[in-house]
Protein backbone atom coordinates (compact mmCIF):
# COMPACT_ATOMS: atom_id res chain seq x y z
CA UNK A 1 0.00 0.00 0.00
CA UNK A 2 1.07 3.41 -1.18
CA UNK A 3 1.56 6.07 1.64
CA UNK A 4 -1.17 8.99 1.30
CA UNK A 5 0.30 12.35 1.67
CA UNK A 6 -1.83 14.38 4.77
CA UNK A 7 -3.14 16.96 2.34
CA UNK A 8 -4.50 14.64 0.11
CA UNK A 9 -6.57 13.11 3.02
CA UNK A 10 -8.09 16.54 4.52
CA UNK A 11 -8.60 17.03 1.29
CA UNK A 12 -9.97 14.25 -0.70
CA UNK A 13 -10.24 11.38 1.75
CA UNK A 14 -13.47 9.34 2.70
CA UNK A 15 -14.89 8.20 5.86
CA UNK A 16 -14.17 4.63 6.46
CA UNK A 17 -11.21 4.61 4.17
CA UNK A 18 -8.05 2.61 5.00
CA UNK A 19 -4.94 4.48 4.57
CA UNK A 20 -0.97 4.36 4.98
CA UNK A 21 0.12 7.57 6.69
CA UNK A 22 4.11 8.26 7.66
CA UNK A 23 5.43 11.25 8.69
CA UNK A 24 7.13 12.86 12.32
CA UNK A 25 5.48 12.57 15.44
CA UNK A 26 4.37 16.16 17.13
CA UNK A 27 3.18 15.29 20.21
CA UNK A 28 1.88 12.06 21.83
CA UNK A 29 -1.14 12.83 24.01
CA UNK A 30 -2.56 10.94 26.53
CA UNK A 31 -1.13 7.44 26.23
CA UNK A 32 -3.54 7.56 23.16
CA UNK A 33 -3.58 10.80 20.48
CA UNK A 34 -0.44 10.68 18.41
CA UNK A 35 -0.43 14.11 16.19
CA UNK A 36 2.21 13.72 12.81
CA UNK A 37 2.68 16.25 10.28
CA UNK A 38 4.45 14.59 6.69
CA UNK A 39 5.30 18.52 5.44
CA UNK A 40 2.96 18.47 3.00
CA UNK A 41 0.67 20.33 5.06
CA UNK A 42 0.89 22.66 7.97
CA UNK A 43 -2.11 20.39 8.96
CA UNK A 44 -0.82 17.61 11.40
CA UNK A 45 -3.53 14.22 11.53
CA UNK A 46 -4.12 13.04 14.84
CA UNK A 47 -3.66 9.14 14.89
CA UNK A 48 -5.54 7.35 17.60
CA UNK A 49 -3.75 4.03 18.79
CA UNK A 50 -5.77 1.31 21.76
CA UNK A 51 -3.24 1.94 24.56
CA UNK A 52 -3.78 -1.22 25.83
CA UNK A 53 -3.27 -3.26 22.83
CA UNK A 54 0.22 -1.08 22.16
CA UNK A 55 3.32 -2.47 24.04
CA UNK A 56 4.82 -0.24 26.05
CA UNK A 57 8.24 -0.10 24.09
CA UNK A 58 6.38 1.57 21.22
CA UNK A 59 4.85 4.36 23.28
CA UNK A 60 7.92 5.03 24.83
CA UNK A 61 9.44 5.82 21.38
CA UNK A 62 6.49 8.12 20.22
CA UNK A 63 8.59 10.91 20.99
CA UNK A 64 8.63 14.19 19.02
CA UNK A 65 10.93 13.99 15.59
CA UNK A 66 10.55 10.24 15.46
CA UNK A 67 9.36 8.84 12.19
CA UNK A 68 6.76 6.79 12.00
CA UNK A 69 4.37 4.44 9.25
CA UNK A 70 0.60 4.38 10.57
CA UNK A 71 -2.16 1.87 8.94
CA UNK A 72 -5.80 2.68 9.57
CA UNK A 73 -9.32 3.63 8.89
CA UNK A 74 -10.19 7.46 8.47
CA UNK A 75 -13.11 8.49 11.06
CA UNK A 76 -14.47 11.29 11.79
CA UNK A 77 -12.19 13.30 14.17
CA UNK A 78 -13.86 14.39 17.45
CA UNK A 79 -11.00 17.17 18.04
CA UNK A 80 -12.09 20.66 16.94
CA UNK A 81 -11.25 21.80 13.81
CA UNK A 82 -10.30 18.37 12.03
CA UNK A 83 -12.35 16.51 9.62
CA UNK A 84 -10.57 13.34 10.34
CA UNK A 85 -8.42 11.17 11.86
CA UNK A 86 -7.02 7.76 12.14
CA UNK A 87 -7.91 4.87 13.83
CA UNK A 88 -4.46 2.66 14.00
CA UNK A 89 -4.45 -0.88 13.00
CA UNK A 90 -1.18 -1.32 13.00
CA UNK A 91 2.27 1.31 14.12
CA UNK A 92 5.54 1.09 13.11
CA UNK A 93 8.08 3.37 14.15
CA UNK A 94 10.52 3.70 11.51
CA UNK A 95 13.39 6.24 12.94
CA UNK A 96 13.86 6.98 16.88
CA UNK A 97 13.87 10.11 18.29
CA UNK A 98 15.99 10.61 21.68
CA UNK A 99 13.91 13.66 23.93
CA UNK A 100 17.09 14.05 25.85
CA UNK A 101 18.27 15.63 22.85
CA UNK A 102 15.90 16.33 19.77
CA UNK A 103 16.00 20.31 19.59
CA UNK A 104 12.51 20.36 18.54
CA UNK A 105 10.85 20.43 21.48
CA UNK A 106 6.87 21.12 21.12
CA UNK A 107 7.16 24.87 22.29
CA UNK A 108 7.76 27.73 21.04
CA UNK A 109 11.77 28.58 19.42
CA UNK A 110 13.29 31.77 18.55
CA UNK A 111 14.09 31.70 15.12
CA UNK A 112 18.20 32.68 15.83
CA UNK A 113 17.69 29.31 17.51
CA UNK A 114 16.13 27.28 15.01
CA UNK A 115 18.89 29.24 12.42
CA UNK A 116 21.31 26.95 14.15
CA UNK A 117 19.38 23.89 13.35
CA UNK A 118 18.64 24.45 10.07
CA UNK A 119 18.62 20.87 8.49
CA UNK A 120 15.59 20.48 11.23
CA UNK A 121 13.63 23.32 11.21
CA UNK A 122 12.06 22.84 7.93
CA UNK A 123 9.83 20.52 10.10
CA UNK A 124 8.58 23.52 12.10
CA UNK A 125 5.35 24.91 11.34
CA UNK A 126 6.80 28.35 10.29
CA UNK A 127 10.19 27.15 8.02
CA UNK A 128 7.63 24.30 6.58
CA UNK A 129 5.10 26.91 5.61
CA UNK A 130 7.57 29.51 4.30
CA UNK A 131 9.31 27.02 2.42
CA UNK A 132 5.99 25.73 0.91
CA UNK A 133 5.15 29.02 -0.26
CA UNK A 134 8.48 29.11 -1.88
CA UNK A 135 8.22 25.95 -4.15
CA UNK A 136 4.45 27.95 -4.85
CA UNK A 137 6.23 31.46 -5.92
CA UNK A 138 9.00 29.56 -8.16
CA UNK A 139 6.38 27.61 -9.59
CA UNK A 140 4.24 30.16 -10.35
CA UNK A 141 7.12 32.46 -11.90
CA UNK A 142 7.32 29.87 -14.48
CA UNK A 143 4.04 29.32 -15.45
CA UNK A 144 3.63 33.82 -15.57
CA UNK A 145 6.41 33.54 -18.00
CA UNK A 146 4.98 30.56 -20.24
CA UNK A 147 1.88 32.06 -20.57
CA UNK A 148 3.40 34.82 -21.48
CA UNK A 149 5.52 33.27 -24.49
CA UNK A 150 8.59 33.69 -22.86
CA UNK A 151 11.61 31.06 -22.90
CA UNK A 152 13.08 29.73 -20.27
CA UNK A 153 17.03 30.23 -20.40
CA UNK A 154 19.64 28.63 -17.96
CA UNK A 155 22.47 31.31 -17.98
CA UNK A 156 26.29 30.26 -17.50
CA UNK A 157 27.12 30.21 -13.44
CA UNK A 158 30.76 30.52 -14.03
CA UNK A 159 31.39 34.07 -16.15
CA UNK A 160 34.53 36.11 -16.81
CA UNK A 161 32.12 38.79 -16.52
CA UNK A 162 31.14 40.99 -13.39
CA UNK A 163 27.66 42.71 -14.94
CA UNK A 164 27.04 44.82 -12.29
CA UNK A 165 30.59 46.25 -12.19
CA UNK A 166 30.58 46.24 -8.19
CA UNK A 167 33.83 44.41 -8.09
CA UNK A 168 31.73 41.20 -5.23
CA UNK A 169 32.18 38.09 -7.35
CA UNK A 170 33.76 35.33 -6.16
CA UNK A 171 36.61 33.84 -7.99
CA UNK A 172 36.56 30.36 -9.08
CA UNK A 173 39.69 28.37 -10.12
CA UNK A 174 41.15 25.15 -9.80
CA UNK A 175 44.80 26.31 -8.95
CA UNK A 176 46.11 24.83 -5.56
CA UNK A 177 46.00 27.98 -3.98
CA UNK A 178 48.67 27.34 -1.62
CA UNK A 179 51.14 27.23 -4.44
CA UNK A 180 49.88 29.53 -7.22
CA UNK A 181 51.81 29.26 -10.33
CA UNK A 182 53.52 32.57 -11.67
CA UNK A 183 54.65 34.39 -14.96
CA UNK A 184 57.57 36.67 -15.76
CA UNK A 185 56.01 39.65 -13.71
CA UNK A 186 55.53 37.48 -10.51
CA UNK A 187 52.32 37.26 -10.96
CA UNK A 188 49.58 34.71 -10.94
CA UNK A 189 49.24 33.15 -14.54
CA UNK A 190 45.84 32.83 -15.24
CA UNK A 191 46.67 30.86 -18.04
CA UNK A 192 47.69 28.15 -16.31
CA UNK A 193 44.23 28.08 -14.76
CA UNK A 194 41.20 25.88 -15.90
CA UNK A 195 39.79 28.55 -18.00
CA UNK A 196 42.87 30.32 -19.07
CA UNK A 197 41.91 33.05 -17.54
CA UNK A 198 40.26 34.47 -14.16
CA UNK A 199 36.73 33.68 -14.16
CA UNK A 200 33.99 34.02 -11.16
CA UNK A 201 30.59 32.84 -10.05
CA UNK A 202 27.38 35.26 -11.76
CA UNK A 203 26.32 38.35 -10.09
CA UNK A 204 23.68 38.02 -12.56
CA UNK A 205 22.91 36.38 -15.85
CA UNK A 206 21.58 39.70 -17.85
CA UNK A 207 24.42 40.15 -20.07
CA UNK A 208 23.73 36.47 -21.31
CA UNK A 209 20.23 36.96 -21.35
CA UNK A 210 19.84 39.99 -23.75
CA UNK A 211 21.84 37.49 -26.24
CA UNK A 212 18.97 35.10 -25.68
CA UNK A 213 16.31 38.26 -25.83
CA UNK A 214 18.17 39.65 -29.29
CA UNK A 215 17.02 36.55 -30.80
CA UNK A 216 14.54 34.57 -29.03
CA UNK A 217 12.57 37.69 -28.51
CA UNK A 218 11.32 37.50 -24.87
CA UNK A 219 12.63 35.46 -22.56
CA UNK A 220 13.68 34.79 -18.59
CA UNK A 221 16.63 33.08 -16.55
CA UNK A 222 15.92 32.09 -12.94
CA UNK A 223 19.06 30.62 -11.51
CA UNK A 224 21.39 31.23 -8.45
CA UNK A 225 23.93 34.24 -8.36
CA UNK A 226 26.14 35.23 -5.95
CA UNK A 227 27.83 38.32 -3.83
CA UNK A 228 30.48 38.83 -1.81
CA UNK A 229 28.85 42.18 -0.45
CA UNK A 230 30.05 42.35 3.52
CA UNK A 231 26.79 43.16 4.06
CA UNK A 232 25.35 41.48 7.13
CA UNK A 233 21.98 42.59 6.71
CA UNK A 234 18.41 41.12 6.73
CA UNK A 235 17.83 41.57 3.35
CA UNK A 236 21.55 40.04 1.90
CA UNK A 237 22.50 36.77 1.17
CA UNK A 238 25.51 35.90 -0.46
CA UNK A 239 23.95 33.13 -2.33
CA UNK A 240 20.37 34.02 -4.12
CA UNK A 241 17.84 33.30 -6.74
CA UNK A 242 17.36 36.32 -9.28
CA UNK A 243 14.61 36.39 -12.09
CA UNK A 244 15.80 38.39 -14.91
CA UNK A 245 13.06 38.41 -17.71
CA UNK A 246 14.92 40.50 -21.17
CA UNK A 247 12.34 41.62 -23.83
CA UNK A 248 13.16 42.92 -27.11
CA UNK A 249 11.70 45.88 -29.07
CA UNK A 250 10.61 47.19 -25.23
CA UNK A 251 11.20 49.77 -23.53
CA UNK A 252 11.26 51.43 -19.68
CA UNK A 253 7.73 52.17 -19.78
CA UNK A 254 6.68 48.93 -20.67
CA UNK A 255 9.31 46.79 -18.71
CA UNK A 256 7.69 48.84 -15.67
CA UNK A 257 4.09 47.06 -17.11
CA UNK A 258 5.57 43.72 -16.92
CA UNK A 259 7.20 44.09 -12.86
CA UNK A 260 4.11 45.02 -12.16
CA UNK A 261 1.87 42.63 -13.57
CA UNK A 262 4.39 40.04 -12.52
CA UNK A 263 4.97 40.82 -9.19
CA UNK A 264 0.93 40.72 -8.16
CA UNK A 265 0.48 37.54 -10.54
CA UNK A 266 2.82 36.09 -7.87
CA UNK A 267 0.91 38.14 -4.92
CA UNK A 268 -2.37 36.92 -6.03
CA UNK A 269 -1.00 33.45 -6.44
CA UNK A 270 -0.15 32.59 -3.22
CA UNK A 271 -3.21 34.31 -1.71
CA UNK A 272 -5.67 31.60 -3.61
CA UNK A 273 -3.16 29.01 -3.37
CA UNK A 274 -1.73 28.85 0.39
CA UNK A 275 -4.14 29.49 2.41
CA UNK A 276 -3.22 27.37 5.29
CA UNK A 277 0.52 28.44 5.06
CA UNK A 278 -0.67 32.41 4.76
CA UNK A 279 -2.85 32.22 7.79
CA UNK A 280 -0.25 31.05 9.77
CA UNK A 281 2.34 32.90 9.09
CA UNK A 282 -0.19 35.69 9.29
CA UNK A 283 -0.81 34.94 13.19
CA UNK A 284 3.12 33.87 13.79
CA UNK A 285 3.36 37.75 12.56
CA UNK A 286 0.61 39.60 14.28
CA UNK A 287 2.12 37.95 17.67
CA UNK A 288 5.52 39.40 16.63
CA UNK A 289 4.30 42.60 15.94
CA UNK A 290 2.56 42.80 19.76
CA UNK A 291 6.27 42.53 20.73
CA UNK A 292 7.38 46.06 19.29
CA UNK A 293 6.68 49.26 20.55
CA UNK A 294 3.23 50.40 19.85
CA UNK A 295 4.68 53.41 17.06
CA UNK A 296 6.90 50.50 15.34
CA UNK A 297 3.83 48.10 14.62
CA UNK A 298 2.50 47.78 11.08
CA UNK A 299 -0.89 48.94 10.28
CA UNK A 300 -2.08 46.26 7.96
CA UNK A 301 -1.58 42.05 9.06
CA UNK A 302 0.09 39.79 6.27
CA UNK A 303 -2.71 38.89 4.04
CA UNK A 304 -4.21 42.34 4.50
CA UNK A 305 -0.80 43.86 2.75
CA UNK A 306 -0.66 41.23 0.44
CA UNK A 307 -4.23 42.58 -0.53
CA UNK A 308 -3.17 45.75 -0.32
CA UNK A 309 -0.80 45.37 -2.59
CA UNK A 310 -2.52 43.63 -5.05
CA UNK A 311 -5.95 46.24 -4.99
CA UNK A 312 -3.32 49.30 -5.52
CA UNK A 313 -1.72 50.44 -8.73
CA UNK A 314 2.07 51.05 -7.79
CA UNK A 315 3.00 55.10 -7.64
CA UNK A 316 5.74 56.07 -10.64
CA UNK A 317 7.89 58.31 -9.84
CA UNK A 318 11.37 59.75 -11.32
CA UNK A 319 14.77 59.54 -9.05
CA UNK A 320 14.55 63.27 -8.95
CA UNK A 321 10.87 63.59 -7.73
CA UNK A 322 11.50 61.32 -5.30
CA UNK A 323 14.62 63.47 -4.22
CA UNK A 324 12.25 66.64 -3.89
CA UNK A 325 10.40 64.61 -1.48
CA UNK A 326 13.07 63.31 0.79
CA UNK A 327 14.21 67.17 0.74
CA UNK A 328 10.99 68.53 1.83
CA UNK A 329 10.11 65.80 4.27
CA UNK A 330 9.92 66.10 8.08
CA UNK A 331 12.64 63.53 8.70
CA UNK A 332 15.03 65.32 6.49
CA UNK A 333 14.39 68.95 7.68
CA UNK A 334 14.71 67.74 11.62
CA UNK A 335 17.74 66.28 10.68
CA UNK A 336 17.04 62.67 11.38
CA UNK A 337 18.28 60.75 7.77
CA UNK A 338 21.77 59.35 8.80
CA UNK A 339 22.31 59.70 5.12
CA UNK A 340 22.31 63.68 3.73
CA UNK A 341 19.95 63.94 0.78
CA UNK A 342 20.99 65.49 -2.36
CA UNK A 343 20.62 64.79 -6.34
CA UNK A 344 23.31 62.09 -6.78
CA UNK A 345 23.44 59.86 -4.06
CA UNK A 346 22.06 56.40 -3.88
CA UNK A 347 18.96 56.37 -2.29
CA UNK A 348 19.89 54.75 0.98
CA UNK A 349 17.57 52.34 3.30
CA UNK A 350 16.17 55.05 5.29
CA UNK A 351 15.17 56.96 2.33
CA UNK A 352 13.20 53.80 0.40
CA UNK A 353 11.60 53.61 3.60
CA UNK A 354 10.12 56.74 3.99
CA UNK A 355 8.94 56.99 0.65
CA UNK A 356 7.46 53.59 0.61
CA UNK A 357 5.90 53.17 4.13
CA UNK A 358 5.17 57.08 5.15
CA UNK A 359 4.90 59.09 2.18
CA UNK A 360 3.23 57.04 -1.13
CA UNK A 361 2.07 54.25 1.59
CA UNK A 362 2.55 52.08 -1.20
CA UNK A 363 4.94 50.16 -3.55
CA UNK A 364 7.02 52.42 -5.69
CA UNK A 365 8.67 52.80 -8.32
CA UNK A 366 11.54 54.72 -8.99
CA UNK A 367 13.07 55.73 -12.84
CA UNK A 368 15.70 57.39 -14.31
CA UNK A 369 17.87 57.37 -12.07
CA UNK A 370 21.77 59.61 -11.78
CA UNK A 371 24.15 57.95 -14.20
CA UNK A 372 26.56 57.90 -11.48
CA UNK A 373 25.25 55.37 -9.62
CA UNK A 374 23.99 52.33 -12.38
CA UNK A 375 25.48 49.76 -14.28
CA UNK A 376 27.26 50.24 -17.38
CA UNK A 377 25.15 49.06 -19.63
CA UNK A 378 21.81 50.97 -18.97
CA UNK A 379 20.06 53.59 -21.24
CA UNK A 380 21.27 56.75 -21.16
CA UNK A 381 18.49 59.69 -21.34
CA UNK A 382 19.43 62.60 -23.40
CA UNK A 383 19.42 65.32 -20.44
CA UNK A 384 23.12 63.74 -20.09
CA UNK A 385 22.91 62.63 -16.09
CA UNK A 386 20.70 60.21 -16.07
CA UNK A 387 19.63 56.60 -17.40
CA UNK A 388 16.24 54.69 -17.95
CA UNK A 389 16.88 52.50 -14.87
CA UNK A 390 13.95 51.42 -13.12
CA UNK A 391 13.78 50.13 -9.09
CA UNK A 392 10.52 48.82 -7.20
CA UNK A 393 10.49 49.19 -3.77
CA UNK A 394 8.41 47.52 -1.23
CA UNK A 395 6.99 48.13 2.13
CA UNK A 396 9.30 46.36 4.95
CA UNK A 397 11.71 45.32 2.26
CA UNK A 398 12.93 48.00 -0.10
CA UNK A 399 14.49 47.38 -3.34
CA UNK A 400 12.78 44.09 -4.60
CA UNK A 401 13.04 44.54 -8.31
CA UNK A 402 16.41 46.41 -10.22
CA UNK A 403 15.96 46.61 -13.64
CA UNK A 404 16.48 49.44 -17.05
CA UNK A 405 16.44 49.75 -20.39
CA UNK A 406 19.20 49.22 -22.24
CA UNK A 407 21.86 51.32 -23.63
CA UNK A 408 21.43 49.40 -27.85
CA UNK A 409 23.76 52.25 -29.31
CA UNK A 410 27.13 50.72 -29.90
CA UNK A 411 29.11 54.21 -29.96
CA UNK A 412 27.31 55.33 -26.36
CA UNK A 413 27.52 51.74 -24.99
CA UNK A 414 31.10 51.81 -25.29
CA UNK A 415 31.33 55.27 -24.19
CA UNK A 416 30.03 54.15 -21.08
CA UNK A 417 32.21 51.25 -20.42
CA UNK A 418 35.81 53.12 -21.21
CA UNK A 419 34.44 56.00 -18.69
CA UNK A 420 33.14 53.26 -16.12
CA UNK A 421 36.29 50.88 -16.79
CA UNK A 422 34.85 47.83 -18.11
CA UNK A 423 36.85 46.22 -20.43
CA UNK A 424 35.59 46.29 -23.91
CA UNK A 425 38.10 42.80 -25.27
CA UNK A 426 35.91 40.80 -22.34
CA UNK A 427 32.95 42.20 -23.25
CA UNK A 428 33.16 42.01 -27.29
CA UNK A 429 30.44 40.09 -27.94
CA UNK A 430 27.90 42.16 -25.93
CA UNK A 431 28.86 44.92 -27.90
CA UNK A 432 28.56 42.98 -31.06
CA UNK A 433 24.58 42.44 -30.06
CA UNK A 434 24.40 46.13 -30.94
CA UNK A 435 26.78 45.90 -33.70
CA UNK A 436 24.24 43.35 -35.55
CA UNK A 437 20.90 43.97 -35.52
CA UNK A 438 20.56 46.28 -32.25
CA UNK A 439 16.92 47.17 -31.04
CA UNK A 440 15.57 48.79 -28.06
CA UNK A 441 15.67 46.03 -25.26
CA UNK A 442 14.56 46.27 -21.39
CA UNK A 443 14.81 43.91 -18.57
CA UNK A 444 14.69 43.55 -14.86
CA UNK A 445 15.68 41.17 -12.16
CA UNK A 446 13.67 40.23 -9.06
CA UNK A 447 15.48 38.96 -6.32
CA UNK A 448 13.45 35.62 -5.46
CA UNK A 449 14.15 35.63 -1.44
CA UNK A 450 13.08 39.09 -1.10
CA UNK A 451 9.97 37.87 -2.74
CA UNK A 452 9.36 34.95 -0.48
CA UNK A 453 9.93 37.60 2.60
CA UNK A 454 7.45 40.30 1.68
CA UNK A 455 5.05 37.61 0.98
CA UNK A 456 5.72 35.42 4.36
CA UNK A 457 6.08 38.64 6.10
CA UNK A 458 9.47 36.95 7.39
CA UNK A 459 11.86 39.46 8.48
CA UNK A 460 15.33 37.96 7.84
CA UNK A 461 16.44 36.52 4.75
CA UNK A 462 18.18 34.16 6.30
CA UNK A 463 14.61 32.68 7.24
CA UNK A 464 13.24 31.87 3.62
CA UNK A 465 16.19 29.56 2.24
CA UNK A 466 17.20 25.80 3.38
CA UNK A 467 20.51 26.66 4.19
CA UNK A 468 21.41 30.65 3.53
CA UNK A 469 24.87 31.63 2.66
CA UNK A 470 26.26 34.95 4.27
CA UNK A 471 29.34 36.23 5.78
CA UNK A 472 31.16 34.01 7.70
CA UNK A 473 28.42 31.14 7.61
CA UNK A 474 28.28 28.47 4.78
CA UNK A 475 27.64 25.73 7.53
CA UNK A 476 25.37 22.84 6.48
O1 LIG B 1 19.57 45.50 -8.67
P1 LIG B 1 20.37 44.30 -9.04
O2 LIG B 1 21.81 44.30 -8.68
O3 LIG B 1 20.17 44.12 -10.61
C1 LIG B 1 20.81 43.27 -11.42
O4 LIG B 1 21.56 42.39 -11.08
C2 LIG B 1 20.39 43.40 -12.87
N1 LIG B 1 21.38 42.73 -13.71
C3 LIG B 1 19.01 42.85 -13.06
C4 LIG B 1 18.51 42.95 -14.45
O5 LIG B 1 18.23 44.04 -14.92
N2 LIG B 1 18.41 41.86 -15.17
O6 LIG B 1 19.71 43.01 -8.40
C5 LIG B 1 18.36 42.67 -8.69
C6 LIG B 1 17.62 42.27 -7.43
C7 LIG B 1 17.58 43.36 -6.36
O7 LIG B 1 16.55 44.27 -6.60
C8 LIG B 1 17.32 42.55 -5.11
O8 LIG B 1 15.94 42.20 -4.97
C9 LIG B 1 18.09 41.27 -5.39
O9 LIG B 1 18.29 41.19 -6.77
N3 LIG B 1 19.39 41.27 -4.71
C10 LIG B 1 19.67 40.53 -3.61
N4 LIG B 1 18.93 39.67 -2.90
C11 LIG B 1 19.50 39.06 -1.83
N5 LIG B 1 20.78 39.26 -1.46
C12 LIG B 1 21.57 40.12 -2.15
N6 LIG B 1 22.85 40.27 -1.79
C13 LIG B 1 21.02 40.80 -3.27
N7 LIG B 1 21.51 41.68 -4.18
C14 LIG B 1 20.50 41.95 -5.02
MG1 LIG C 1 19.79 47.26 -7.65
Redesign the pocket.
Known sequence: MKRTPIKKIFSSGKLGERILVKGWVRTFRNNQFISINDGSTINNIQAVIDSSQTSEDIKAKLNPGASVSVLGALVESLGKGQSFEVQVEKLDILGESDPQVYPLQPKKHSLEFLREKSHLRPRTNTIGSVLRIRNEVAYGIHQFFYERGFYYLNTPIITGSD??G?GETFRVTNFDIENLPLDEEKKVDFKQDFFGKPVNLT?????E?EAGAMSLGNVYTFGP?F?A?N?NTS????E?W?I???MAFVELEENIEVAEEMLKYLIKRVVENCNDDLEFLDKRLADEEKTKPEKDRSELGLVEKLKFVLENEFEKISYSEAIDILKNSKPNKKKKFKFPVEWGIDLQSEHERFLVEKHFKKPIVVYDYPKGIK?FYMKQNDDGKTVRAM??LFPG?G??????QREEGLDKLKTRMQEMNVLQEDLWWYLELRKFGTAPHS?????????VQFVTGMGN?RDVCLFPRFPQHAEF
Do not use: K, N, W, Y
Open positions: AEAVSGQLATRESRHLAFMEPEADVIEIIGGSGFGLGFERFI
